[in-house]
Nanobody
Framework: QVQLVESGGGLVQAGGSLRLSCAAS????????MGWFRQAPGKEREFVAA????????YYADSVKGRFTISRSNAKNAVYLQMNSLKPEDTAVYYC????????????????WGQGTQVTVSS
């Protein structure tokens, strides 16, 4: 089992940047395929980005491709989401998730979830 804690959210102006972090507990972090999802008010939770076990493969939603970068450090038990050129439509609660089997870009494929961190982008 793994516990996930997100941090780094906040309020930023359009065009700005934020870096989200997700700290994972447990000794087997490198065995999890990791993802970021987000949920805007009144909307379904949606896939944002994912990264393979050693970081060799990354996956992005079309809406963030070229602006967001996912990375991980297995030595630090952490996964990151660098968000650049933020837009008001990026406003959402962002969740970190772990998948025991992977690869997956759908919510149902993930086994463990963090509590989320709020990102608000003002226009």
């Amino acid at each position: 089992q793994v516990q996930l804690v997100e941090s780094g959210g906040g309020l930023v102006q359009a065009g700005g940047s934020l870096r989200l972090s997700c700290a994972a507990s447990g000794r087997t972090f490198s065995s999890y395929f990791m993802g970021w999802f987000r949920q805007a008010p009144g909307k379904e939770r949606e896939f944002v980005a994912a990264i393979s076990w050693r970081g060799g493969n990354t996956y992005y939603a079309d809406s963030v491709k070229g602006r967001f970068t996912i990375s991980r450090s297995n030595a630090k038990n952490a996964v990151y989401l660098q968000m650049n050129s933020l837009k008001p439509e990026d406003t959402a609660v962002y969740y970190c998730a772990a998948d025991r089997t992977g690869p997956s870009t759908v919510e149902a494929g993930y086994d463990y979830w963090g509590q989320g961190t709020q990102v608000t982008v003002s226009s």
